[in-house]
Structures are given as structure tokens and as C-alpha cells.
């Protein structure tokens, strides 16, 4: 097991790259902490792969460096960096039988024939497979394929660090839950890094400790699911995590006080001046309706059900918004406003959160 460290790293397939746009992974610099299971969380396109295949050596980055417990491995063959990785898509030697398949990455490090014939057995109830040991590969389903592939993902205890490419893409759903959580077994068990990469937030925010978002080839933020949801450190994160995600109001603010279509709202807090676009983001969850008169005018115009709670949709000057109400929530007709809740205001300049100045007394 290994910290990563990733040090000015980026990554253009262009031969020539001349503008940041020419780089499907712009300049990034993190350590991941030895033992931690990471998810990496973004939207297809957004640069996970890169990542994944440049710490894993598959692919050589064309600017900064990867060290591993502070050992340069940028040019190492990914033989030598000790790694695991899944793909999205099965790989498996066909001709081969489940056993043999599990049993290769064993065997090919020469380990103890007694200890490899335990270890298969131990990988195999842990994917199901241990009634179709003898089974030659070949023939079988997709997902019993891939489950193989995960077998093998996990078989060796001595890995570097574990990565995995959207792994249960071809798992079939009830399946995919129960994968999940032998995953978060092992990395109990076994404490390796762990890498997860996702475009599904649930499946990101039930895997990780912490969770890696990219958008665009960058790295927005990294955190705890609470810090995601409370902090989302850019628009992309207020609105890619939560369902519904963060509402957006473009806003003026003037110190703890912004202004929201010809409303003064207090924002709990003080914020410096700010150039660009800014916005006000608040989360479904921590908006209120109102008819008492205060607030921002909106208008109902649907209320779903979605059995633990309500979400309600409104029309704000223009704008649709949620607001997440309580199953039991009795909604008034004549709603025509909504408030926020403070503690669940965040301002955002050209879609980067600020950090506010000082909270308000
Ligand atoms: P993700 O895994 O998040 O879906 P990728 O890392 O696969 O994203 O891709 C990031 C960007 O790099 C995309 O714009 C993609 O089209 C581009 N890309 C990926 N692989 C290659 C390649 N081999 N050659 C050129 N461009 C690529
Ligand atoms: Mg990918």
C-alpha cells in the first residue's frame, strides 16, 4: 500500500497543446492518503479515465509528476507500480477456467500453491462464483464476467493500490449493490488505496471516504459526502450531487446582504466585494415556504411525491426552483414566497464558492 502524490501533473492528447482547452486533464496536485477509498466522481467526458490510466501507467502524462510513498514512478511500466485495476468491461482469458482466471495474478508472482488455492476460494464467495470454479470462462454471461474481473481486481493483498474503472457498469442492478458492499469489506479488511471512479452519485457517496469531483478535466473538490453537501466548493458540485441539486440565484451582494430579483436577503454572514458572476446557491433542503409575506416572491407549479418527503417545483422570476418539504408537510395554497435558511447559504463568484468574511453576529 502506497500514498500517491500527483505533483503538477496534467494531460493533453494533443501533440502541441497551446491552451488550457487542449488538456483533458489540467494541472493537479494532491496527495492520496495510504488506506483511504476514493471515489472519483464526474460526468463522462470530464477526464476520470486519464487520471486513472496516468497513476496506473498506462498512460504517460505530458506535464508533472507521480510519486508513490515519495518514489517517482512518472516513467515506471505499470508491472513495476504493484496495481490493480478494473475496467468497465470484462477481462478475461476465455480458455481459462474461473479458477485459473483468479488464480493468475497469484501464480504469476509465484506465490505458495496452498495459499493460492485459499485465497481463490476466499475471492470467490466473495463474487459469488464458487459453484462455477471449474467452469471454463468462456460462454458465460457479461456480469459473470465481470465479476471474474473484479476477482482478479482483488485478489492480490499486496497491491500498491486498488483502481477501478466504473466496474459495475455491466453488472445487473440488484447485483451491483451487493458488489459494492463486498468492495467496502475488502478495503475494511485489507486498508488498501482505493480509487472508484463513478458517474453515479449515490454509488460514489455510499463507497467512499472521501469523494473527488471533476468537471471540465479538473479536480473541483475534493471531500466528505457532508462537506459536498453542505460546502459544494463550485456550482458543478451543488448541482451534480443532491436530488434535486443546489438552486442558483444570481445575486448582488453587499456585505451580509444580497439582493435576488428586487429581494434583500440576509446571508448569515459577510462577504468582501466580488467581481464576476455571483450567485447565491441554497440546496432544496434548506428552503422555506412562506405566505407570511417575507421572503422572495415564487409560485407553486407542481408538487411531487416522492415518498419520504415533498419536492416542491416553483417559479421564481422566471426561474425554476425545488424545495424539499417533509412527507407530511401540509402545503399552503396561497404560498408566494420562499426563505433560506442560513446556514444553508452559499455564494458563489464566476461558479467558485467564496469563503465568507466573517460570520455575523
Ligand atoms: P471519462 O473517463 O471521465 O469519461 P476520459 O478520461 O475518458 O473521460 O476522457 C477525457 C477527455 O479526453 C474526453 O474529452 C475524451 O474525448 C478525451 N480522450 C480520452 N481518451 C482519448 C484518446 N486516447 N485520444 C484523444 N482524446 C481522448
Ligand atoms: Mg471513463
Not at 495510504?34 to 476520470?48: I, N, R
Not at 508472482?109 to 495459499?115: E, I, L, N, S, T
Not at 486498488?162 to 458488489?179: A, G, N, Q, R, Y
Amino acid at each position: 500500500m502506497a500514498k500517491i502524490t500527483l505533483d503538477n501533473l496534467a494531460h493533453s492528447y494533443l501533440p502541441n497543446p497551446s491552451s488550457e482547452n487542449d488538456f483533458a486533464l489540467k494541472e493537479l496536485n494532491h496527495d492520496w492518503t495510504d488506506g483511504e477509498a476514493y471515489a472519483l466522481l464526474g460526468s463522462s467526458g470530464c477526464g476520470k479515465s486519464t487520471l486513472l490510466n496516468i497513476i496506473s501507467g498506462l498512460l504517460h502524462p505530458s506535464q508533472g509528476r507521480i510519486l508513490f510513498d515519495d518514489k517517482d514512478v512518472t516513467h515506471a511500466p505499470t508491472a513495476e507500480r504493484n496495481i490493480a485495476q478494473v475496467f468497465q468491461f470484462p477481462v478475461v482469458y476465455d480458455t481459462m477456467t474461473v479458477r485459473d482466471n483468479l488464480a493468475f495474478p497469484l501464480r504469476n508472482r509465484g506465490d505458495d500453491p496452498k495459499y493460492i488455492a485459499q485465497r481463490v476460494n476466499q475471492i470467490a464467495a466473495m463474487i459469488g462464483m464458487e459453484d462455477r470454479l471449474n467452469q471454463k470462462a468462456r460462454g458465460l454471461t457479461a456480469d459473470a464476467k465481470q465479476k471474474i474481473s473484479l476477482g482478479r481486481g482483488m485478489v492480490r493483498e499486496d497491491v500498491n493500490a486498488l483502481l477501478f474503472d466504473e466496474p459495475l457498469t455491466v453488472i445487473d442492478p440488484h447485483m451491483k449493490w451487493e458488489l459494492r458492499t463486498q468492495l467496502k469489506a475488502l478495503h475494511h479488511e485489507f486498508g488498501h488505496t482505493m480509487i472508484y471512479v463513478t458517474h453515479d452519485q449515490t454509488e460514489a457517496l455510499t463507497f467512499a471516504d472521501k469523494v473527488v469531483v471533476m468537471y471540465d478535466g479538473r479536480v473541483v473538490q475534493i471531500g466528505t459526502p457532508q462537506e459536498l453537501f453542505e460546502r459544494p466548493a463550485h456550482t458543478f458540485v451543488g448541482y451534480f450531487i443532491g436530488s434535486p441539486g443546489m438552486n442558483l440565484f444570481d445575486a448582488t451582494i453587499d456585505g451580509s446582504t444580497a439582493s435576488i430579483s428586487g429581494t434583500q436577503i440576509d446571508l448569515g454572514a459577510g462577504y468582501t466585494p466580488q467581481t464576476g458572476r455571483t450567485q447565491v446557491g441554497v440546496r432544496p433542503e434548506f428552503i422555506k415556504l412562506s405566505t407570511d409575506g417575507t421572503g422572495i416572491p415564487a409560485r407553486i407549479q407542481r408538487i411531487e411525491d416522492v415518498g419520504r418527503h415533498k419536492i416542491v417545483r416553483l417559479d421564481v422570476n422566471g426561474q425554476q426552483i425545488a424545495a424539499i418539504a417533509d412527507e407530511g408537510a401540509n402545503i399552503a395554497a396561497d404560498t408566494n414566497r420562499i426563505v433560506f435558511d442560513p446556514k444553508g447559504i452559499n455564494v458563489y463568484a464566476d461558479d467558485w464558492r467564496v469563503q465568507p468574511q466573517q460570520e455575523a453576529a
